[in-house]
């Protein structure tokens, strides 16, 4: 079965700083990569997601980059702000298929 | 758009006895429910995947007597933890994918039940 693993665990920036998130996942199949961004005791909230027929996306100051051959997608939030401190998970699916998650990055941002 | 819900928000149960847990969709229909557990400072683990209609596959390691999933209709999936022990206490969270008119990779996050066992 699919297997995502993600990097760091733990993350600190100054704010201001770009903050960077990787995952690497197992099946080839796997053709939809969504990023959540979790904070304590709530549900994940999607923040941006990409699909495999896709390289790069970006919203703002997120963007998600894919790598099919390598079987990796990174997370990169510019310019981090206090409310972006959170637990981000990435996750890999295939079509209907339930959300493979990494084990998550805990990001602080710090003032 | 989108929503879902679940109820309770939060229980507390003595070892021993059942509590099920409501998931909705509010304002959509959804074909598949998905059970996640989120133990403390941990990712979320696939617990089952339902289908309206259908017996839930659960993954493996998970004990479907004891986690009893009902998906009765498009708008609503039940997770009964039954004989629930303190090692059970966890934060339980629904999704809502294969959503009727939408894309089907698209899933959407229940708010969670945190459940306590003492």
């Known amino acids: 079965g699919e297997n995502v693993e993600q990097h760091p665990s733990t993350l600190s920036v100054q704010e201001g700083d770009s903050a960077v998130i990787k995952c690497t996942y197992s099946?080839?199949?796997?053709?939809?990569f969504p990023w959540y961004k979790q904070e304590l005791g709530k549900r994940p909230q999607l923040i941006i997601d990409?699909?495999?027929?896709?390289g790069e996306k970006k919203d703002q100051r997120i963007a998600v980059t894919l790598n099919k051959t390598a079987k990796h997608f990174s997370l990169h939030i510019t310019e981090t702000q206090p409310e972006d401190s959170a637990v981000y998970f990435c996750?890999?699916?295939?079509?209907?298929?339930?959300?493979?998650f990494g084990p998550g990055t805990r990001l602080s941002v710090l003032p | 758009g989108a929503v879902v819900s679940q109820h309770p928000s939060w229980v507390i149960c003595k070892s021993g006895t059942s509590v099920k847990i409501e998931c909705r969709s509010l304002?959509?229909?959804?074909?598949?429910m998905f059970w996640y557990r989120q133990f403390p400072k941990q990712s979320l683990m696939l617990m089952a995947t339902?289908?309206?209609?259908?017996?839930?596959?659960?993954e493996q390691g998970v004990e479907k007597d004891k986690f009893l999933i009902n998906h009765a209709s498009l708008t609503l999936s039940t997770l009964t933890v039954t004989s629930a022990h303190p090692e059970d206490s966890s934060f339980y969270i629904c999704?809502?994918?294969?959503?009727?008119?939408?894309?089907?990779?698209?899933?959407?996050f229940g708010p969670g039940t945190r459940l306590t066992v003492t």
């Open positions: 999704s809502a994918g294969g959503v009727v008119g939408a894309p089907t990779y698209e899933q959407y």
């Open positions: 996750a890999a699916s295939i079509g209907l298929g339930n959300f493979v």
């Open positions: 339902s289908n309206e209609g259908s017996k839930a596959t659960y």
């Open positions: 990409i699909r495999s027929n896709v």
């Open positions: 304002d959509f229909q959804a074909t598949t």
């Open positions: 099946d080839s199949a796997s053709n939809y």
